[in-house]
């Protein structure tokens, strides 16, 4: 099996939400990317901020397969941290998964609360 490693950092503008809607943060296709029958790590860290400069962090980690041309999250993702820097926006942690074979970090904001946030991607794949 080969192993290589691909970082892709900041991948979109930073998002907004305004409410407890979950909003895509970033997106990824590993198959448009040629990454396909393979394992694939994934790690997302999402950065929040709202108006009154409260804020607050997290970490992702999940597995998923590109199997033939198909995307699935392999069991859950997991909170690896979630650091919590006021409690005006502590409810807000991200997710990892998979949609139309489209890996999404996405986060779910707080009602009534502008928050800007910002994501990033970590992925290692091993091929198979």
């Known amino acids: 099996m080969t192993t290589r490693k691909h970082e892709i950092i900041n991948l979109t503008s930073p998002v907004t939400t305004t ?19 393979c394992i694939i790590r994934v790690e997302g860290v999402l950065i929040g901020k709202d108006g009154s400069n409260n804020g607050t962090t997290c970490r992702i ?14 069991g859950s993702a997991v909170v690896l941290f979630a650091s919590i820097g006021d409690t005006a926006i502590s409810v807000s942690v991200g997710t990892l998964d998979a949609s139309s074979n489209i890996i999404r970090l996405r986060i ?11 994501g990033w991607l970590e992925i290692w794949t091993g091929e198979i």
């Open 61 to 74: 980690g999940g597995t998923f397969g590109a199997i033939s041309g198909t995307v699935t999250l392999r």
């Open 19 to 37: 409410d407890a809607t979950i909003t895509n943060v970033l997106t990824f296709d590993p198959v448009a990317l040629g990454i396909n029958n």
């Open 108 to 118: 779910t904001g707080v009602a009534l609360t502008t928050i800007t946030w910002t």
